[in-house]
């Protein structure tokens, strides 16, 4: 994959999305971090519902800390390890309020350092709330990076770190959201939509899937 490709290709992909946006429903910094605490093994429509009823009660850590773990519990127990996101979400209210202000960083270190943060969430805070441009990689980017090789990787870190290297800097703050909309709904796990990809020319994937007879 050369960078002549690469650049063909987020053309293509902003042509065809001019404004990408993460499919999670937020107002604010910390709303969003939530919404991406609980997405973990979960769907963004799973947390759209669970989080339509949480917001209005509660969506500030001030809040969420009035609700209590058990309240929170409450309104996210149809999405999975909610028990566990609970308690996060939480602990990561008390830090927010006591270290923060209430606010939620906008570094790196410190967004990592709260409860339920791994550095996936911690870049699509970023990226999202924040403009930076970092590379949140889920399974749908890491599938999409090795499948077109815009930038192969063994593991997340390799392709987040390659993505960040190979992707041309105009396209890096919006880079994440194309490539996790485009693994979600065109190049997927299974049966990916290649005859309907607009990149099909350039993507350098070997066995591309063809259009029925």
Known sequence: MNKDKRRQIFERLRSANPTPTTELHYRTPFELLVAVILSAQAT???VN?????LFPVANTPEAILALGEQGLREHIRTIGLF???AKHITAACRILVAE???QVPMERKALEALPGVGRKTANVVLNT??????MAVDTHIFR???RTRIAPGKTPLAVEKGL???VPREFLKDAHHWLILHGRYVCTARQPRCPQCPIQDLCEHPAKTQAPA
């Open 44 to 46: 963004d429509k799973g």
């Open 49 to 53: 519902k669970a989080t339509a009823q």
């Open 83 to 85: 028990n566990s996101k």
């Open 100 to 102: 923060h202000g209430g």
């Open 129 to 134: 709330a924040f403009g930076e441009p970092t």
């Open 144 to 146: 999409v990076a090795n």
């Open 164 to 166: 960040l290297r190979h």
